[in-house]
């Protein structure tokens, strides 16, 4: 059975400025619209068909949550959706604000 991966706060944003992948953010709905990460798609139990009907199974996913502990298990779920390659984002959003302030962005600018 394939596993995800975990991947560093540095890793993910050195992919995500050349868009080598999509990122999901599983927080709440107010956590997420008070802030997140800049093209971030808001990951819920009502949105994940939305997700996976505009992204190809081989397009990389990162997930996000707080610490980077839910999205744990959330990565395990997507791959399981029939995603080929999928990360846990370590540390998560908290960690990602604290590493790179200016790209923690508000609601504008959402794909959700």
Not at 20 to 38: C, G, L, N, T, Y
Not at 51 to 56: C, G, K, L, R, S
Request: include cysteine; proline fraction near 3%.
């Amino acid at each position: 059975m394939q596993q995800f991966e975990h991947i560093s706060i540095q890793d993910t944003k050195a992919k995500l400025d050349i868009d080598a992948a999509k990122i999901v953010d599983i927080r709440d709905d107010q956590s997420f619209e008070q802030a997140h990460i800049p093209g971030a798609f808001h990951l819920t139990n009502g949105s994940i068909q939305r997700f996976m009907d505009a992204n190809d199974f081989d397009t990389p996913v990162i997930v996000v949550c707080y610490h980077g502990h839910s999205s744990q298990q959330a990565a395990a779920y997507i791959l399981q959706q029939g995603f080929e390659t999928v990360y846990s984002m370590d540390g998560g959003f908290e960690g990602w604000r604290t590493q790179f302030p200016s790209q923690s962005s508000d609601v504008q600018g959402s794909d959700s």
